[in-house]
């Protein structure tokens, strides 16, 4: 019944602001369709001919199914592409995704384009259920109609695959689905994505593709206690995904660690950037997705992304120029720095201010830290150590995990290594999760911050924090 509330309240507000009592009571009429929390079934038809679509917009749909990076959350470690049954951790519980290929009995074989596309715009399966936004309807709205067609078509062409996922069953009041229709009133705009007239066509292109099918604000942005995404001056302010850090996305061209242009562009094609780290947990799969984009998607996102939020992009680029040189001299004098030196420094200085026994502590623990590279870690990080024996050899001085905030990030890639990198060329990093325990990992990421971030205030060392992010399957 309080939803109802919320209906008549609204609509008693429309009316009030003018236009009639005919159009009010058309408005109501329209919000109560919306909001109605029971939607009905569409009927099931046969499933499209895939013969009906060109091979053109069967390309089209496969481009945007990779921007969409639609294959990551809809395939299961060792299971067929997109047949579903991921686990994906919410706050709220764990909701497993759906089987979305034209298999007719457990996938969307029997789906109308009508049906597929309430599901893309309002989060309403076929059979009338509201989908949790854990899939990201909320972003997917804004396609066009022209990409949501090739999309349907591409999906509809692939193999189907007969698998039931395991059933999402979240605790009260979560369970109760009706609900969302209250949640989409509040936080779910179905409109498509809308040019803004007062930037050019390369910056439009990448909105479209960030806030739309990209979907980046999903990760990247914080959320409320309701699990939605915060707007306005928290858009893409940095989040979380499956246990790792999403950095913040709207000051990639500000700061000590600024993007240009060119370093993102090259990010985001291969997953790599020699200032800033190698893409990792949940990223790596979503740069296979935009590596098959063509370069003028991936130039429009990075126009959109150093712009915001709502800087000029000519502006952007000048100061990400201009701190990307002082930074590179900054990182190199600090990755030819001899371990021992800055690594003692570091220590000293926290001595200055620490108790004797809290002095010693660390001394001790970054002593630890520092065998514990040099017999894991130095010969693939340290400069002029010897071959590369996995592909690139990221310098740490520069990569962004060290700099951050939080150490999670370093934390996930010392447990779970990278097995699948983000383009081969990259190799692959072996973990040291079953080789290393909390406390020598705790030892690491301590000694790791005092010697390449020396500028940075120490993290604390938290093995809890380590035992739990031990737990986190990570994409394969």
């Given amino acids: 019944g309080g939803w109802f509330l919320c209906i008549r309240a609204r609509g008693g507000a429309r009316r009030g602001g003018g236009g009639g009592r005919g159009g009010g009571a058309a408005s109501v009429a329209t919000l109560a369709t919306a909001l109605w929390p029971l939607k009905p079934a569409l009927p099931l038809t046969a499933g499209p001919d895939p013969s009906l679509y060109s091979a053109q917009a069967i390309?089209?749909?496969?481009l945007v199914a990779a921007a969409g990076d639609c294959v990551a959350c809809h395939t299961a470690p060792g299971g067929a592409r997109n047949a579903g049954g991921l686990a994906l951790e919410t706050p709220f519980g764990t909701i497993y995704s759906t089987n979305i290929t034209p298999d007719p009995q457990t996938g969307i074989g029997r789906w109308s384009f009508a049906a597929f596309e309430r599901a893309m715009r309002q989060g309403v399966h076929q059979d009338g259920r509201q989908l949790y936004p854990a899939f990201p309807y909320t972003a997917y709205a804004k396609l066009s109609d022209a990409d949501m067609q090739a999309l349907y078509g591409y999906l509809m062409s692939q193999p189907a695959v007969a698998a039931t996922p395991p059933r999402t069953e979240l605790g009260f009041p979560f369970n109760l689905r009706p609900?969302?229709?209250?949640?989409?009133?509040?936080?779910?705009?179905?409109?498509?994505?809308?040019?803004?007239?007062?930037?050019?066509?390369?910056?439009?292109?990448?909105?479209?593709?960030?806030?739309?099918?990209g979907h980046c604000a999903a990760c990247h942005s914080p959320r409320n206690a309701l699990g939605a995404e915060k707007g306005g001056l928290a858009y893409l302010a940095g989040g979380q995904a499956e246990g790792w850090n999403a950095p913040a996305l709207n000051q990639l061209a500000t700061g000590e660690r600024a993007w240009s242009d060119e370093e993102l562009f090259q990010y985001l094609r291969t997953g790599y950037s020699p200032r800033h780290g190698v893409a990792a947990g949940p990223m790596a799969p979503v740069i296979h997705g935009l590596a098959e984009l063509p370069a003028s998607d991936l130039k429009a996102i990075v126009t959109y992304?150093?712009?915001?939020p709502g800087r000029t992009p000519s502006a952007a680029r000048a100061t990400a120029t201009?701190?990307?040189?002082?930074?590179?001299a900054t990182s190199a004098s600090v990755v030819s720095a001899p371990a021992a030196t800055t690594a003692t420094a570091a220590a000293t200085n926290t001595a200055v201010s620490a108790p004797a026994a809290v002095s010693e502590a660390i001394t001790l623990r970054r002593a630890s830290g520092e065998r514990i590279y040099q017999n894991a870690c130095a010969v693939c990080h340290e400069a002029g150590s010897g071959p590369t024996l996995f592909g690139v050899k990221p310098l740490l001085g520069q990569n962004t995990n060290l700099h951050a905030a939080s150490p999670d990030n370093l934390i996930q890639v010392i447990l779970h290594g990278i097995q699948a990198p983000a383009d081969d060329a990259l190799g692959y990093m072996p973990s040291f999760g079953n080789s290393l325990d909390d406390r020598q990992i705790g030892d690491l990421i301590d000694y790791l911050r005092a010697r390449f971030a020396p500028e940075e205030e120490a993290w604390p060392v938290d093995t809890t924090t380590i035992g739990k992010l031990r737990q986190h399957a990570q994409p394969q």
């Fill in 59 to 62: 390309e089209r749909g496969r």
């Fill in 179 to 213: 609900l969302l229709a209250g949640w989409n009133l509040l936080f779910h705009d179905p409109k498509p994505f809308t040019p803004d007239p007062s930037q050019d066509a390369e910056w439009n292109r990448g909105a479209y593709l960030v806030e739309g099918v």
């Fill in 305 to 308: 992304l150093m712009a915001v």
């Fill in 322 to 328: 201009a701190t990307a040189t002082a930074s590179a």
